[in-house]
């Protein structure tokens, strides 16, 4: 099973097919569901704490918005779990909308930059046969994936 970096990362879609599959999806969706679910927590709708905008001093300079760095704060450490990612392009907003043009360049940037991990990069599909392609190709990357983890 590997870990794979989902993005959009709010997409339940991609989230969705990467657990049937058998790997551990990566993302936004599942942290913050997990800090909502924390007791204690008592920053709605928010879901950060004053602490993550520093965190995400780590992957994002002062000069770049708080916004930007908050989302870092929650990306940035899913990256570096990571052990693939999955990367659509040009998606439908109701896929999986990110917020910030910023955000979306730094994180597919430093997916790229990731070169000891298997990435795939697809587009959005606009119609049905490019739907079916697009399914396809997630699915071979994923059965991909578990075909390098079995001994051989």
Do not use: W
């Not at 709605?44 to 000069?63: H, I, R």
């Not at 999955?86 to 439908?92: P, Q, T």
Request: charged share 25%.
């Amino acid at each position: 099973m590997s870990k794979v970096f989902i993005y959009p990362s709010t997409s339940l879609i991609l989230s969705d097919m990467v657990a049937r599959f058998g790997h551990e999806p990566l993302g936004a969706a599942i942290k913050i569901r997990e800090r909502i679910q924390t007791p204690g927590f008592d920053s709605p709708p928010l879901q950060m704490t004053p602490e993550d905008p520093k965190k995400g001093l780590k992957y994002a300079a002062v000069e770049v918005p708080a916004g930007v760095r908050g989302r870092m704060a929650i990306f940035g450490p899913l990256i570096e779990e990571a052990e693939a990612a999955v990367i659509v392009n040009d998606s439908d907003l109701a896929f999986g909308c990110m917020g910030c043009a910023r955000t979306d360049e730094l994180v597919k940037f430093m997916i790229r930059q990731r070169k000891d991990i298997p990435i795939l990069e697809i587009v959005y599909p606009s119609n049905e046969d490019e739907g079916l392609a697009f399914v396809d190709s997630i699915k071979n990357f994923l059965d991909g994936l578990s075909a390098k983890e079995v001994p051989k």
